[in-house]
């Protein structure tokens, strides 16, 4: 049986796709040869690992091909991150220092969340209260992180718009009025009507 009509204009070369019909398939048959890629370091060619040399030649040689660094992803850690401390430092200044005169919009920590500032404060905060018992650290975040959640699901419940990072947020920074009181009190302890004043307020 013949094929219907005029063969293609274009024909494939060798290293191009085609497509087959069925009944053609059965004769076809072949195989793909791993590319034979030696590592050149120092001038010497080095002799391929084992494992390398199998996922060669099982045709998975492509595992193992690096390719060069794109210029636009070698950004600082910082910015990769998305911390910027200049923003930071300025909601740690409006937390600890509420008033309106001062110039300082404390909105600011509400509308524009962040998560590396409160994280740095619940660390610190964690630090302070404990003296130095890390295995306890990770349950203050981890208490920070739920208790934050069940606040943000309960505003959501009562019909607040809040963001669950606003909320991470707004609860992590409030740590810091308690990690500057710290120090004091251990300082004017021993006075009880002093430490009594300093708590009350």
Do not use: H
């Not at 085609?18 to 010497?44: H, Q, R």
């Not at 905060?125 to 981890?142: A, D, E, K, P």
């Not at 606003?166 to 920074?173: A, P, R």
Request: hydrophobic content about 45%; proline content about 8%; overall charge negative.
């Amino acid at each position: 049986m013949q094929p219907p009509g005029p063969p293609p204009a274009y024909t494939p070369t060798n290293g191009d796709f085609t497509f087959v019909s069925s009944a053609d398939a059965e004769d076809l048959s072949g195989s793909i040869a791993p590319p034979d890629v030696k590592l050149n370091l120092g001038g010497d060619f080095i002799k391929e690992s084992t494992a390398t040399t199998f996922l060669r030649q099982r045709g998975y040689g492509w595992l193992l091909e690096v390719e060069d660094d794109d210029p636009e992803d070698n950004k600082p850690l910082l910015e990769e991150l998305d911390i910027d401390l200049k923003d930071i430092y300025y909601k740690i200044r409006c937390v600890l220092m509420p008033m309106p005169s001062l110039g300082f919009n404390r909105q600011v920590v509400r509308d524009n969340p962040d998560f590396w500032g409160p994280l740095a404060v619940v660390l610190f905060f964690s630090m302070i209260s404990l003296y130095g018992q890390f295995r306890v650290v990770s349950w203050i975040i981890t208490i920070w992180i739920f208790g934050s959640l069940t606040i943000f699901l309960l505003a959501r419940v009562l019909g607040g718009e809040v963001a669950y990072g606003q909320v991470l947020g707004v609860i992590g920074y409030s740590l810091l009025p308690l990690i500057v009181i710290a120090p004091i009190l251990l300082v004017v302890g021993s006075f009880e009507v002093v430490s009594t004043l300093i708590k009350i307020l």
